[in-house]
């Protein structure tokens, strides 16, 4: 158990990066030098196309895989730690720790090896390129759907338990229902999901902080 509750803090820390890597892409590096100055510029084929293994969109890619296996790891830990207390809330908070990691996960997969994959197609099919980057971007979209539906649901749940089982405070708990929200907001319009990028390395951080006090055995 120690060594699994070391390994979760390390995942928190690195979904913080993650996120942290996504804000600077979507706050400076996109708008900045790739045109993306408003959500609706990622719905123009042109500007994805020229915007293709460009730096931003190379780390993001790599991040999201990392924070996909990071919330993997996290979710293992978590509901090992809670499973005597609220063996049902710690199953919950498996499944989705599960599913907002194969989100993220499948976002980066489509970002590197779906990219290359896409560009492969397109210079076979050159009469379909536009139609073979929108395929890509529909898919894209979608898991990425998942991911902040998955994400906000573990929040939900980690606050939940947490405080259920006394494990983390009053305030952390609101902070992760505050969480919840762009996931449901996906749902209704995905744009309104991506306030997840400003909450969720902050929460992260907090939680990576508590795991490190947490005794090694629940």
């Given at each position: 158990m120690k060594q699994l509750k070391t390994a979760a803090t390390v995942a928190a820390f690195l979904i913080v990066i993650g996120m942290l890597i996504h804000n600077l892409n979507g706050r400076y590096l996109e708008p900045t030098f790739l045109g993306f100055e408003n959500p609706m510029d990622y719905a123009d084929m042109a500007k994805i196309e020229n915007a293709l293994w460009s730096f931003s969109f190379l780390s993001s890619g790599i991040s999201h895989m990392v924070v996909g296996f990071s919330f993997m790891i996290l979710g293992l830990f978590l509901s090992e730690y809670f499973k005597k207390a609220l063996p049902i809330g710690a199953k919950l908070t498996f499944i989705a720790a599960m599913l907002a990691g194969l989100g993220f996960l499948l976002t980066g997969i489509s970002d590197i090896p779906g990219t290359l994959y896409g560009q492969l197609l397109r210079e076979q099919n050159p009469d379909f390129n536009t139609d073979i980057l929108l395929?890509?971007?529909i898919f894209r979209g979608v898991v990425n759907?998942?991911?902040?539906?998955g994400l906000g649901w573990f929040a939900g749940q980690v606050a939940w338990c947490g405080r259920r089982s006394g494990t983390f405070s009053t305030g952390f708990a609101v902070?992760?229902?505050i969480n919840v929200l762009p996931g449901i907001?996906?749902?209704i319009f995905p744009p309104a999901g991506f306030a997840?990028?400003?909450l969720l390395p902050l929460w992260m951080l907090w939680l990576g902080l508590r795991l490190r006090q947490l005794p090694d055995s629940s």
């Open positions: 395929m890509t971007t759907v998942l991911a902040i539906v902070f992760g229902y907001a996906s749902l997840y990028i400003q």
